[in-house]
């Protein structure tokens, strides 16, 4: 009976997922997709547990297991986490197609396409899954952000997955010797490790959404496998969505993706960033800030990943009450990059209550800077360098930009002249019309909203 | 028509499906959209299912398949709650002022 039911609820199934990601397009509908997701989720895993005839006890252990840590995990982490979490996910999911997929090997050992696709859900699952650790290690900080690289690294890199891509083949093209299996896996493990320890800090938007769409793609290999059309579709969403997101990062840093994968970026800038000579900068108080902010009518405000590590995001609304009180229009300019993933900054501005037509990308803003009376910089670096514009030398030439230069006046809070992640100086910095705010994020807007409170 | 080949258009159509859906898209809400198909992709818990309540499961397979289920109903759960809690906070206006 379940056998001629299925097949409808997984086609529901399907449509409660195509249905959730069309719905993200607005803030206002977002939600109602999530429930819809969840409802074709819940249909799908009923159906399914419906068709099984033995093994209950330990299905819905594993399933309780899941839920229990999944649960906390999502109610508990602060919002600054979510890169880390994202990684994290990314490596369970990968993890679970690649177990499937290893499963399924040793328990019917499929030739032909099925066994081709068996070899795709597991070398990406595995290299996913070692990936996505690293990754979340970088953004944990439990291993150094900046590349680590070594001679010959791209070599041995490739030399890797190629070793795994032949191990595969032979498994696809004959039988499977019995070593084949597990040292595919191995290679598979070994250069998901290898993908992303030369990969710094602020590629790390560009990496996560290719690692999401990865996964995606093994969910989707599983479905071929399983020859469960719901998988592939499921998959495919999945793949696409992450496929996106990496390439609009990508674009935001005007590099490809072998670049951002075998460049390692920021080691080449650092060597190239020695020779910077120090140059007089002016800078400025909080009371002198907050004065300059008092007497302007529109406010730029352009958030990075300082603000995140500052935690400076709940003052930065008490900043934006403050002035909007004064009648003072305050936007915020988000640029694509900023942060660690895609839409970093515009989570953590949402979290501390900044309505989100405030929140402006890119295209929408640049043409409003020079209108602006003041622009302020918070944790912002490399995406504000005016030097991306006007010298062609310079690494970050063509990458797009916020004008944040082409305001009245720029105040940019920073801790100290140390140069951003790309290790180049920014041009920002030494302009007539440029105020250098130097202290930590977060207490150096407390003190602002504290002087703008007593001059009221 | 072979079933997996069946598989591949219907691969290609999601795919094609999935790019013109996610490019409309706001950048505003980028996050939430990669744990939602983070969410939705663990729909692998089906697979590890299967495997784990297979009749001819060997005790290799059916361990393998238990991890595979809490991975992936981890990722289930995690992923639809913390994509609806973020967009929880996507407010347009600040709730306190009229």
Same mark, same amino acid.
């Given at each position: 009976?379940?056998?001629?039911?299925?097949?409808?609820? *997984?086609?529901?199934?399907?449509? &409660?997922?195509?249905?959730?990601?069309?719905?993200?397009?607005?803030?206002?509908?977002?939600?109602?997709?999530?429930?819809?997701?969840?409802?074709?989720?819940?249909?799908?895993?009923?159906?399914?547990?419906?068709?099984?005839?033995?093994?209950?006890?330990?299905?819905?252990?594993?399933?309780?297991?899941?839920?229990?840590?999944? +649960?906390?995990?999502?109610?508990?982490?602060?919002?600054?986490?979510?890169?880390?979490?994202?990684?994290?996910?990314?490596?369970?999911?990968?993890?679970?197609?690649?177990?499937?997929?290893?499963?399924?090997?040793?328990?019917?050992?499929?030739?032909?396409?099925?066994?081709?696709?068996?070899?795709?859900?597991?070398?990406?699952?595995?290299?996913?899954?070692?990936?996505?650790?690293?990754?979340?290690?970088?953004?944990?900080?439990?291993?150094?952000?900046?590349?680590?690289? *070594?001679?010959?690294?791209?070599?041995?890199?490739?030399?890797?997955?190629?070793?795994?891509?032949?191990?595969?083949?032979?498994?696809?093209?004959?039988?499977? +010797?019995?070593?084949?299996?597990?040292?595919?896996?191995?290679?598979?493990?070994?250069?998901?490790?290898?993908?992303?320890?030369?990969?710094?800090?602020?590629?790390?938007?560009?990496?996560?959404?290719?690692?999401?769409? *990865?996964?995606?793609?093994?969910? +989707?290999?599983?479905?071929?496998?399983?020859?469960?059309?719901?998988?592939?579709?499921?998959?495919?969403?999945? &793949?696409?969505?992450?496929?996106?997101?990496?390439?609009?990062?990508?674009?935001?840093?005007?590099?490809?993706?072998?670049?951002?994968?075998?460049?390692?970026?920021? /080691?080449?800038?650092?060597?190239?960033?020695?020779?910077?000579? /120090?140059?007089?900068?002016?800078?400025?108080?909080?009371?002198?800030? +907050?004065?300059?902010?008092?007497?302007?009518?529109?406010?730029?405000?352009?958030?990075?990943?300082?603000?995140?590590?500052?935690?400076? /995001?709940?003052?930065?609304?008490?900043?934006?009450?403050?002035?909007?009180?004064?009648?003072?229009?305050?936007?915020?300019?988000?640029?694509?990059?900023?942060?660690?993933?895609?839409?970093?900054?515009?989570?953590?501005?949402?979290?501390?209550?900044?309505? *989100?037509?405030?929140?402006?990308?890119?295209?929408?803003?640049?043409?409003?800077?020079?209108?602006?009376?003041?622009?302020?910089?918070?944790?912002?670096?490399?995406?504000?360098?005016?030097?991306?514009?006007?010298?062609?030398?310079?690494?970050?030439?063509?990458?797009?930009?916020?004008?944040?230069?082409?305001?009245?006046?720029?105040?940019?809070?920073?801790?100290?002249?140390?140069?951003?992640?790309?290790?180049?100086?920014?041009?920002?910095?030494?302009?007539?019309?440029?105020?250098?705010?130097?202290?930590?994020?977060?207490?150096?807007?407390?003190?602002?909203?504290?002087?703008?409170?007593?001059?009221? | 028509?072979?079933?997996?080949?069946?598989?591949?258009?219907?691969?290609?159509?999601?795919?094609?499906?999935?790019?013109?859906?996610?490019?409309?898209?706001?950048?505003?809400?980028?996050?939430?959209?990669?744990?939602?198909?983070?969410?939705?992709?663990?729909?692998?818990?089906?697979?590890?299912?299967?495997?784990?309540?297979?009749?001819?499961?060997?005790?290799?397979?059916?361990?393998?398949?238990?991890?595979?289920?809490?991975?992936?109903?981890?990722?289930?759960?995690?992923?639809?709650?913390?994509?609806?809690?973020?967009?929880?906070?996507?407010?347009?206006?600040?709730?306190?002022?009229?």
């Amino acid at each position: 009976m379940i056998e001629n039911v299925l097949p409808a609820i *997984y086609l529901l199934a399907s449509v &409660g997922f195509i249905l959730a990601v069309k719905w993200m397009n607005n803030p206002a509908t977002a939600r109602r997709g999530v429930i819809i997701g969840e409802i074709g989720m819940l249909l799908a895993v009923i159906g399914t547990l419906l068709r099984v005839q033995s093994n209950f006890a330990m299905i819905f252990i594993g399933i309780g297991i899941g839920a229990a840590i999944g +649960a906390p995990l999502a109610y508990l982490m602060p919002m600054t986490a979510v890169p880390q979490l994202t990684a994290l996910s990314h490596a369970f999911g990968a993890l679970a197609s690649a177990l499937i997929g290893t499963a399924e090997f040793y328990l019917r050992g499929p030739h032909g396409f099925t066994m081709a696709a068996l070899s795709l859900e597991t070398l990406l699952g595995y290299l996913t899954t070692t990936a996505s650790i690293i990754a979340f290690a970088k953004l944990q900080e439990l291993m150094p952000t900046r590349p680590l690289t *070594y001679p010959g690294q791209n070599f041995v890199s490739l030399g890797v997955l190629a070793a795994a891509i032949i191990v595969g083949v032979m498994m696809v093209a004959g039988t499977p +010797a019995p070593w084949m299996f597990p040292a595919f896996t191995a290679l598979s493990l070994l250069f998901g490790i290898l993908l992303v320890i030369p990969i710094g800090g602020a590629d790390m938007p560009t990496v996560i959404a290719l690692l999401n769409s *990865y996964a995606g793609v093994a969910a +989707a290999a599983m479905g071929f496998v399983l020859d469960n059309k719901l998988l592939i579709i499921a998959g495919a969403l999945n &793949g696409s969505a992450g496929l996106i997101l990496s390439i609009i990062m990508c674009k935001a840093m005007n590099r490809s993706f072998t670049n951002v994968l075998f460049g390692a970026f920021g /080691q080449l800038q650092t060597a190239a960033a020695g020779t910077t000579v /120090q140059r007089p900068v002016r800078s400025a108080t909080p009371d002198e800030a +907050a004065a300059i902010l008092d007497s302007a009518r529109s406010v730029i405000v352009i958030p990075g990943y300082g603000m995140a590590v500052a935690q400076a /995001q709940h003052k930065i609304r008490e900043l934006y009450d403050a002035l909007t009180k004064r009648g003072i229009d305050v936007k915020f300019a988000i640029h694509p990059v900023a942060g660690r993933m895609p839409g970093h900054m515009n989570v953590l501005l949402a979290e501390a209550d900044i309505p *989100y037509d405030k929140l402006l990308e890119m295209d929408e803003i640049n043409g409003d800077f020079p209108n602006t009376d003041v622009a302020l910089v918070i944790g912002a670096n490399d995406v504000v360098n005016p030097l991306a514009r006007t010298d062609k030398t310079s690494p970050i030439y063509g990458t797009p930009i916020l004008d944040a230069d082409r305001a009245r006046t720029v105040m940019v809070i920073k801790r100290s002249m140390s140069p951003g992640f790309a290790g180049i100086d920014n041009e920002l910095y030494y302009m007539n019309n440029t105020l250098m705010l130097f202290g930590d994020a977060k207490n150096f807007v407390s003190g602002i909203v504290k002087e703008l409170a007593g001059s009221h | 028509m072979q079933s997996y080949e069946f598989g591949l258009y219907v691969f290609m159509l999601a795919a094609f499906l999935g790019f013109e859906l996610v490019k409309r898209v706001s950048p505003l809400l980028h996050t939430p959209l990669m744990s939602l198909s983070n969410a939705i992709s663990a729909i692998a818990v089906v697979g590890g299912i299967l495997v784990t309540g297979d009749k001819d499961a060997t005790e290799l397979t059916r361990w393998l398949g238990f991890t595979a289920v809490v991975c992936a109903s981890l990722n289930v759960v995690a992923g639809y709650l913390i994509t609806d809690r973020m967009l929880r906070m996507f407010r347009k206006r600040e709730p306190e002022k009229k």
